[in-house]
């Protein structure tokens, strides 16, 4: 995808989430689709907005999914010594995210 498309829907995601009601099925149809596809930017995008709970849930458990599915896949491969050290940045790296987030 190029970097106009994503700012595009980025946009556009961006517009749905400042709506507390998004009317017609083609427009729930592309919002939805943007939130598959961007659910972190969904989540910072519609922290302040009320009426999408059950959407901001449901990329929730996306995240989730898709979090556990990489870790999984990485935990099913023989590991490595030489692969230590990237194991231990991406704990470190969820640590940070923690602890940044925790600080705001």
């Known amino acids: ?21 998004v009317a017609g099925w083609c427009a729930n149809l ?23 709970e059950w959407r901001k849930d449901k990329a929730k458990q996306n995240i989730k999914r898709e979090l556990v599915n990489k870790i999984d896949e990485i935990l099913s491969m023989s590991l490595e010594e030489k692969d230590i050290v990237a194991y231990e940045k991406l704990l470190s790296n969820l ?10």
Do not use: A
């Open 95 to 104: 640590d940070d995210i923690i602890v940044r987030t925790e600080s705001n």
């Open 30 to 52: 592309w919002f939805n689709g943007l939130i598959i596809r961007y659910p972190f930017h969904f989540l910072v995008y519609s922290q302040n907005t009320d009426g999408n």
């Open 1 to 21: 995808m190029n970097s106009q498309n994503k700012e595009n829907d980025l946009l556009q995601l961006q517009k749905f989430c400042q709506q507390t009601y």
